[in-house]
């Protein structure tokens, strides 16, 4: 008996289903989870002509988001969560968690999924095996992850796996419990059906757990896409840029240039996770440890996405999206004018201009093998060598259109300070400013503090550091208008990270680190309100000293263990801004 099949026996004593389903991650299987979930209601199907493949899901509405208050990292001692997160004692967790899954599954099937995180073949790769008595979570898992001989094959050779418990249990949001125990690299989840809470290869496995994993053993698990930006040389540069859930990290993986004719083309990677390694020569790689795209709906459109809207055309599942009167899926901000008949995603007839059709946080889950703009390497199993981080999020007001770091600390100092308006992506307040360091707030599977130590030894060990540089596109006028285009212009914004990186680009030093100079930005062709590029370029001294009392009450959670780098260069800035 191998490891994985003591462990699903043990925990079929525990949750007594009625069967167990091994997954072979073929077509086969993944159509037949697909006819037995429209027979019984939990996917609708889309207008097979126009959409061919794709589905509606429609959860139930007390369960739409990622919940962080729900989410727990069970470590022996609390100091090792950390400020940063929920905490309960490994016994503890087990304790009330073994109840809650005490003949879980009864009636249900247990799906056994063995999944590999990043491309075959790779060493970089890792292999994690969910249970789960939800059928839609097992067809998600086949779209985001590699299901079945490729994952076993690579569990043959290292022996190893991520264990991964899921039940939807009751779906009751007073026994729903995300828990991590990184001290075994295991996931007990229940009583929700959503993603980031569901589907355990995602936000539990490859960031989480995988971020005290790389901690460990040397390298980096972070909330970022990926992409290559090719200039007219047809060279191709690849930079990884972490923003909060629900900022744009599709758009910005999935961009198309509106500097095509200069020959500046952007490649898509990864749109939300990056495994990243030193390699022999001491550059940086990163590959993209998932297969799909589950990506946010509302707001997605031919103008805003084209990419994505191709990729989401066919074989793609929708949840909590609405129905157009004549079967297609639909949400705000999709550019197209629904028609009668709509039916909102709670599955009631929909009136415009009462509550919104299509739920903030509604989904697609996409393959990336479907995506135009996928690069050829985004399977290579040796990754691509980074020469850029961006580090951004939503801030309306004080944050610059993009600047670069002075050096590596101080880049680590850029990302650990970043602050983020809230988003729909987790329950609880939108548009809220919290901190959210490297936008790994909710992804941190350890001490933040130690976090920041590991960024910055990290960097000592690289020969060739990436270029790190903050980005905002969503500064706003007094108006509240934006004061940045945005989407395929923001390529202007890459071509100028793309020329520091060459060592060219206009700059100068200010006191947040190189700012480009109002005319470094190529923005011919924009029509840009008056003054814009002066606004998006210069520093709010006050805003920003106000911003470091923020970061400060932030840092003092950490106490003694937030490194001293950090200390100094947070107490550099206020110097600067003569605070
Ligand atoms: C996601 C998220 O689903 O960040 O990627 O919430
Ligand atoms: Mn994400």
Redesign the pocket.
């Known amino acids: 008996m191998t490891d994985i099949e003591r462990w699903v026996e043990a925990t079929a004593q525990v949750t007594r289903p009625d069967r167990i389903h091994w997954c072979d991650g073929s077509r086969d299987e993944y159509d037949g989870l697909v006819r037995s979930m429209l027979a019984d209601g939990t996917l609708i199907a889309y207008d097979q002509n126009a959409y061919p493949g794709c589905y509606l899901h429609r959860s139930n509405p007390n369960d739409v988001a990622?919940t962080e208050q729900l989410t727990f990292i069970c470590t022996p001692k609390k100091d090792d969560a950390g400020p940063n997160n929920n905490w309960m004692a490994p016994a503890e967790a087990k304790e009330r968690l073994g109840r809650l899954f005490e003949g879980s599954m009864q009636g249900r099937t247990m799906y056994v999924i063995p999944y590999l995180m990043g491309p075959a073949g790779s060493a970089y790769s890792k292999v994690g095996v969910e249970l789960t008595d939800s059928p839609y979570v097992v067809a998600n898992m086949h779209i985001m992850t590699r299901v079945g001989r490729v994952a076993m094959e690579h569990y043959a050779k290292t022996g190893q796996f991520v264990p991964g418990l899921h039940s939807l249990g009751d779906v009751s949001p007073d026994r729903r419990f995300i828990m991590h125990f990184p001290e075994e690299n295991l996931v007990w989840s229940i009583g929700s059906g959503y993603?980031?809470n569901a589907l355990l290869g995602k936000k539990c496995f490859a960031l989480r757990l995988a971020s005290s994993m790389a901690r460990k053993e040397g390298w980096m698990a972070e909330h970022m896409l990926i992409i290559g930006m090719e200039d007219s040389s047809g060279k191709v540069t690849y930079m990884a840029a972490a923003f909060p859930?629900a900022s744009g990290k599709t758009n910005l993986a999935m961009l198309v240039s509106t500097l095509a004719s200069e020959g500046y083309k952007v490649w898509t990677v990864g749109d939300?996770i990056a495994w990243m390694y030193i390699d022999n020569q001491g550059r940086l790689r990163a590959v993209n440890p998932e297969a799909g795209f589950?990506g946010v709906a509302p707001g997605t459109s031919a103008q805003t996405n084209p990419i994505a809207m191709e990729t989401i055309r066919r074989n793609t599942i929708y949840t909590n999206v609405a129905m157009t009167g004549d079967g297609k899926p639909w949400w705000e901000g999709m550019g197209v004018e629904p028609g009668p008949g709509v039916i909102d995603w709670q599955g009631r007839p929909w009136t415009p201009g009462n509550e919104k059709a299509a739920h903030p946080n509604s989904r697609f889950t996409a393959p990336a093998s479907q995506c135009p703009t996928i690069s050829p390497k985004w399977e290579d199993p040796e990754g691509v060598v980074i020469s850029a981080i961006i580090f951004g999020s939503r801030r309306s007001v004080v944050v610059p259109l993009v600047y670069q770091s002075v050096s590596w600390q101080h880049g680590v100092f850029m990302g650990s300070s970043m602050g983020a308006e809230t988003t729909a992506?987790a329950t609880g307040a939108v548009g809220v400013v919290r901190r959210d360091p490297m936008a790994m707030l909710p992804f941190c599977g350890y001490n933040m503090a130690d976090y920041f130590q590991h960024w910055l030894d990290m960097g000592k060990r690289m020969k060739h550091q990436p270029l790190i540089f903050r980005v905002n596109w969503f500064r706003k006028d007094a108006d509240g208008k934006f004061l940045w285009p945005g989407y395929g212009d923001n390529i202007r914004v890459l071509k100028w990270i793309l020329e520091r990186v060459q060592g060219k680009g206009k700059a100068v030093e200010s006191v947040l680190g190189f700012l480009p100079t109002p005319d470094a930005i190529d923005t011919e062709g924009l029509k840009l309100p008056a003054g814009a590029m002066q606004t998006l370029t210069a520093v709010d001294t006050e805003g920003w000293v106000k911003g470091t009392v923020e970061m400060d009450k932030f840092y003092s959670q950490f106490g003694d263990r937030l490194p001293k780098e950090i200390r100094e260069e947070h107490a550099g800035l206020r110097k600067r801004l003569g605070a």
């Open positions: 990622r993603g980031g859930s939300d589950f992506a």
